[in-house]
């Protein structure tokens, strides 16, 4: 099979689950195809027994109060699990919240995260503002590090290794077996943001202990959406992350819940176009002169190429492109200006094409694969790529121009 089919395959293969996962089952009475919204804060019960009872089902995704989740949360939560090949999953506020609710759950003062330096950005800024401030040693190991040299981050009382393969400014794909492997025989937990590999990486086959996704990503993906999960694949662990979900007042609105459900079913066939789509703009991009380099996990320049032809399905719609080192970055903000079909924005993983510069931006404590040349990353929408060449072509131009 081709990169170019093998992007997409791995999409496409969801369609039954997304379409059947977490769905009402019909009675004599029929139902509705999409559960429906509730909303509400108070839950009412008919005796202080049933309150009672109810309420000791805090960990089986049941209603007992608003602020503990809604039955729409809970459905989405079922599908969100069942697509990451976990247990359970918690729906939380933001794909934010979905990263640092974990490390307070999982880390103790004295205790010690490793962090991949390729980590999303504010995860990085909550780890050196609040964890520190909480007593949490912090370092970060480079992410293309092999075995031999990530034991040399571990201590005696490292607790998590937290990761995010392939990282979203850079796009280094991580060997998350041997990461789990060294986690695990340090008495450490591996925590993977598979926001990038949702649906088409598989975070417990591969050893994970918890995998975080931004829903406002690829399951919600109109743009409109503000939320993230935690899933994970054993008993010991989720009480533990849902106590501090319940602790800390973690929960998505309703509507979010609905809205992200609703998007989820046709995700495998948004996705698989805008993989085919990114793909054959990072081909297309690796052959124009004003770039050195097309940082996209399914081309073999890529770092960890290997890693994702071994363990992905399928390849995600956001890239990095680094121009050769003659332009500024003046030079490149003349040309981001230039699109008309890219929009200028933070998010990815929505229908419509995104265009983000990552020079300057992004703090590291190793080399970078961007290296000190000016860069950008792309989100592919569902745009015809045949426009959005067009598009990069013209913007190219005013690159050039002095």
């Not at 998590?160 to 450490?188: C, K, W, Y």
Request: overall charge negative; proline content about 6%; hydrophobic content about 40%.
């Amino acid at each position: 099979m081709t990169d170019q089919n093998r992007v997409a395959e791995g999409w496409l293969k969801l369609g039954t689950t997304l379409s059947h996962a977490a769905r009402p089952t019909p009675d004599e009475r029929g139902c509705y195809v999409n559960p429906p919204v509730t909303r509400g804060s108070t839950v009412v019960f008919p005796s202080l027994d049933a309150m009672q009872r109810q309420g000791a089902a805090r960990y089986d995704h049941e209603s007992i109060y608003g602020a503990m989740g809604s039955p729409i949360q809970h459905e989405l939560e079922k599908a969100i699990a069942t697509v990451e090949g976990g247990t359970d999953c918690q729906i939380v506020s933001s794909g934010l919240a979905a990263c640092t609710l974990p490390l307070l759950a999982f880390l103790s003062a004295g205790d010690h995260c490793l962090f991949s330096d390729s980590v999303y950005g504010p995860t990085r800024r909550f780890a050196e503002n609040m964890l520190r401030r909480f007593g949490v040693e912090i370092s970060y190991f480079p992410p293309m590090a092999d075995e031999k040299e990530l034991e040399t981050f571990i201590t005696p009382n490292t607790r998590v290794i937290f990761t995010e393969s392939p990282g979203s400014h850079t796009f280094e794909v991580q060997d998350i077996p041997m990461l789990a492997r060294v986690a695990h025989s340090n008495g450490a937990k591996l925590f993977v943001d598979n926001t990038w590999g949702f649906g088409i990486f598989a975070p417990f086959a591969h050893g994970a202990d918890l995998s975080i996704q931004a829903l406002t990503k690829y399951p919600a993906g109109h743009s409109d959406v503000i939320a993230g999960a935690i899933t994970v694949a054993d008993r010991k662990t989720w009480e533990q992350l849902r106590d501090t979900a319940i602790q800390t007042g973690q929960v998505a609105g309703p509507d979010d819940c609905w809205l992200t459900l609703r998007g989820l079913r046709t995700m495998g066939v948004r996705l698989a176009q805008q993989a085919r789509s990114a793909l054959d703009l990072a081909i297309w991009l690796q052959e124009q002169p004003e770039v050195a380099q097309v940082l996209h996990p399914a081309l073999p320049g890529c770092p960890g190429h290997d890693l994702w032809a071994r363990d992905f399905t399928g390849a995600g719609c956001l890239f990095g492109v680094v121009l050769e080192p003659r332009y500024t970055g003046q030079d490149m903000e003349r040309m981001i200006n230039s699109l008309h079909l890219f929009g200028i924005g933070a998010s990815w993983g929505g229908y419509e094409s995104l265009v983000l510069p990552t020079t300057g931006g992004i703090q590291r404590a190793f080399p970078s694969p961007m290296g000190q040349a000016c860069a950008f990353r792309l989100q592919i929408g569902l745009e015809q790529t045949t426009d959005l060449m067009a598009d990069l072509k013209q913007a190219f131009t005013q690159l050039r121009s002095a």
